[in-house]
């Protein structure tokens, strides 16, 4: 069963996106995936609307302490396994936020993460090099 | 209040905003249909980066505050770069001004087209989210070609810009300037015209005249409300008393209202472009600042959503005392509690989508009644396509 | 000189003017003539409140009104100086929305009290993760060094 999930994941991975105190650019550049220039509904992947339904999370953002009781619900909810990838330099390493009194990040001190895509913001190109080395890895 | 949050269950709700999910940022109180009242709950987003500002150089700055905003990333470098030139007393080089204001409307271009894309999102055209997120595709490349990158491109910094636009470049800029006129000439008379796109954006949302200046709105948001400010007229700063270009202003202060005053924009800034590359004069791209000496200085910008407004207070280092930044969106957002009473849920969504939030966010929303849990934000975006669904099958009778 | 600023003068002899550049103003007055002044500027001239600064100073709080004109692009800074002994200022708020939020804010970061305001609670700070009594925007601020092992 698990060999049937995995190999859902990896044909068609349905992707939440999640972002914690973030300033929106990777955010933006994640929704510009989906437009026509990049268009990834070709691999299969699809942005869903709840994290009960994902296969993936994007996450983003230097976590903030309002936000990081919701960051953690919403892994939960998350069935696994799930793969957390880590989009922009401020979900791998928190950044130029990390002397802020209300930066808590990053990802990895909470949640595991399989794979991280630096850039600020990382290239939509980069993006999807990063989603698909995460999978094949799987 | 915190124990009605620990009840209800989250549920996020979908990209349709490209902002954070955050549970009950925005409570909608409903009485049956209707909004009655609107909660908002900030802070999901706050970094701290007036705390971080005094730690580091006047140089480092602009990085900084870069990473404020993805969408307007370089009026915020703009504001503050004016503000510590301000203290210091200079004036840029005609060059470096022209450049500063062709790389603004540049962002201007692109963070409009970003924002029909959305509009058209929320009320299920997709359509339109897909033509105009394409053709800003366009102008991203012109960023990368310019300096190097889509986003977060650090063209400011104190004393000038940092990238030049080189005699061949030019070429490209008009090309793509061209395109985006034609294709944005192309979306605006198919959303201007399309009568469902009009029944479901006129009248609602409306903020008043009166309202607008006592809420001290700013950008299109006031503009759609007849409030003739423009920050770009008013306080003239780069180059924008060279070329001619009209601030484009509204009465009726409705969702179309301000869907209209971005559209329209977009025109008047290929128009300044335009008159800046053919006014562009050789010369020097930078003055080096020696040093900041004590004093205090304010800069300010029109970013696509507003006013943003940066003040520093300086006492003689290479490092501010103090840097209070203030984005649009800020005083725009405060505004909603007022724009959506007396509107039906599904209009709401709009509303607050209207006034193009930045800084802040926007994408959670939820509708409560007598305390308790009544839609959530993923159910408020299905009720604004029911209702652009029903509105179709009534044109089409 | 600019009318508004004539005005103002003989409005309130009190208020010392400094002018950086022809579009930058900076208006000192007492703390009491706050109210007055501000509602001079925003209901009788029509300017429109950009934003409120807090600054922590040797001297103690300076908080500063930013007013904007924009029919003139001239921007009137008023400054008025709290004690720290005696933080507390008159709110802008009950009156004025557009100052509700700055004010709220200055709060729960700086540590100034606004007599009168509707609601003064925190606006950024985490409801959950945050001891009210830190204020991040005064110049004794610590940061304490277990803030990068918190997270729960």
Same mark, same amino acid.
């Given at each position: ?138 | ?342 509107g039906s849920i599904a209009d709401a969504a709009l509303t607050l989508a209207a006034v193009d939030p930045c800084y802040c966010c926007t994408e959670r929303m939820a509708a409560f009644e007598d305390g308790k849990l009544k839609f959530s934000g993923k159910e408020l975006l299905r009720l604004s396509w029911e209702r652009t669904e029903r509105l179709r099958e009534r044109f089409k009778r | 000189m600019n009318e508004s600023l004539k005005l103002l003068i003989e409005r309130f002899p009190q208020a010392g003017v400094f002018e950086k550049n022809p579009r930058r103003l900076y208006i000192k007055i007492p703390r009491a003539e706050l109210t007055a002044v501000a509602k001079f500027l925003h209901n009788e001239r029509g300017m429109r409140l950009s934003i409120c600064t807090g600054i922590d100073t040797r001297e103690g709080f300076e ?19 709290? %004690?720290?002994?005696? $933080?507390?200022?008159? +709110?802008?708020?009950? &009156?004025? !929305? ?5 004010? @709220? ?12 305001? %509707?609601?003064?609670? $925190?606006?950024?700070? +985490?409801?959950?993760? &945050?001891? !009210? ?5 005064? @110049? ?13």
């Amino acid at each position: 069963m698990k060999d049937l999930r995995i190999w859902g994941l990896k044909k068609s991975p349905w992707v939440y996106h999640l972002a914690a105190a973030s300033c929106n650019n990777c955010d933006i550049e994640i929704l510009e995936l989906l437009t026509p220039r990049y268009d990834v509904e070709r691999f299969g992947a699809v942005l869903v609307g709840s994290p009960r339904h994902a296969d993936a999370l994007l996450v983003t953002g230097v976590i903030n302490r309002k936000s990081l009781p919701r960051v953690l619900e919403v892994y939960q909810q998350t069935p696994k396994p799930c793969l957390v990838i880590a989009i922009g330099t401020c979900a791998c390493n928190c950044h130029i936020f990390r002397n802020s009194y209300n930066a808590v990040g990053p990802y990895d001190k909470y949640i595991p993460v399989h794979a991280y895509i630096p850039g600020c913001p990382p290239k939509p190109e980069a993006m999807i090099l990063g989603v698909v080395k995460a999978l094949s890895k799987l | 209040m915190s124990e009605e949050i620990k009840n209800q269950r989250i549920v996020p709700i979908g990209p349709y905003h490209p902002l954070q999910e955050e549970p009950e940022f925005f409570k909608l109180i409903v009485e049956g249909e209707k909004v009655v009242d609107l909660e908002i709950h900030l802070g999901y987003n706050h970094r701290g980066h007036e705390f971080i500002s005094p730690e580091l150089t006047y140089e480092q700055i602009p990085f900084l505050v870069e990473r404020i905003c993805g969408i307007c990333s370089n009026s915020h470098p703009l504001a503050c770069v004016l503000a510590i030139e301000d203290c210091v007393g200079i004036k840029l080089p005609a060059r470096a001004n022209y450049i500063r204001s062709i790389i603004h409307e540049l962002e201007r271009i692109h963070s409009h087209l970003l924002w029909v894309g959305l509009a058209g999102h929320f009320i299920g055209y997709n359509t339109v989210w897909m033509w105009a997120w394409r053709y800003r595709e366009h102008i991203l490349e012109v960023f990368e070609m310019i300096t190097g990158n889509r986003n977060h491109y650090a063209a400011n910094k104190p004393g000038g810009v940092r990238w030049d636009v080189k005699p061949e470049q030019v070429p490209m800029i008009e090309a793509a300037l061209d395109l985006v006129e034609k294709k944005t000439m192309m979306l605006t008379k198919a959303v201007l015209d399309d009568p469902v796109i009009r029944a479901r954006l006129e009248g609602v949302g409306i903020l008043t005249r009166e309202q607008a200046i006592a809420w001290s709105v700013v950008g299109p948001t006031a503009r759609a409300s007849g409030v003739d400010i423009d920050v770009r007229r008013d306080d003239p700063h780069c180059a924008y008393d060279q070329v001619p270009w009209n601030v484009i202003v509204l009465p009726e202060g409705d969702v179309f209202a301000k869907a209209k005053v971005r559209l329209l924009e977009i025109f008047e800034s290929i128009k300044i472009i335009r008159g800046c590359l053919k006014d562009l004069s050789d010369g020097p791209i930078e003055i080096s600042i020696d040093e900041v000496p004590p004093g205090e200085g304010i800069g300010r910008t029109e970013a696509p959503r507003g006013e943003v407004f940066h003040y520093i207070r300086s006492d003689g280092t290479n490092r501010p005392l103090r840097h209070k930044i203030r984005a649009p969106s800020y005083m725009n957002i405060a505004s909603n509690v007022v724009a959506v009473r007396g509107g039906s849920i599904a209009d709401a969504a709009l509303t607050l989508a209207a006034v193009d939030p930045c800084y802040c966010c926007t994408e959670r929303m939820a509708a409560f009644e007598d305390g308790k849990l009544k839609f959530s934000g993923k159910e408020l975006l299905r009720l604004s396509w029911e209702r652009t669904e029903r509105l179709r099958e009534r044109f089409k009778r | 000189m600019n009318e508004s600023l004539k005005l103002l003068i003989e409005r309130f002899p009190q208020a010392g003017v400094f002018e950086k550049n022809p579009r930058r103003l900076y208006i000192k007055i007492p703390r009491a003539e706050l109210t007055a002044v501000a509602k001079f500027l925003h209901n009788e001239r029509g300017m429109r409140l950009s934003i409120c600064t807090g600054i922590d100073t040797r001297e103690g709080f300076e908080i500063l009104y930013h007013f904007s004109e924009d029919k003139t692009g001239i921007i009137y800074t008023i400054k008025v100086l709290v %004690p720290k002994d005696d $933080p507390q200022v008159d +709110s802008l708020g009950p &009156w004025f !929305p557009a100052a509700q939020w700055i004010e @709220r804010e200055m709060h729960e970061l700086l540590g100034v009290n606004f007599t009168g305001h %509707p609601n003064l609670m $925190p606006l950024l700070t +985490s409801d959950t993760d &945050w001891e !009210p009594e830190r204020k991040p925007l005064r @110049r004794d601020y610590e940061q304490r060094s277990d803030i990068h092992e918190r997270g729960n």
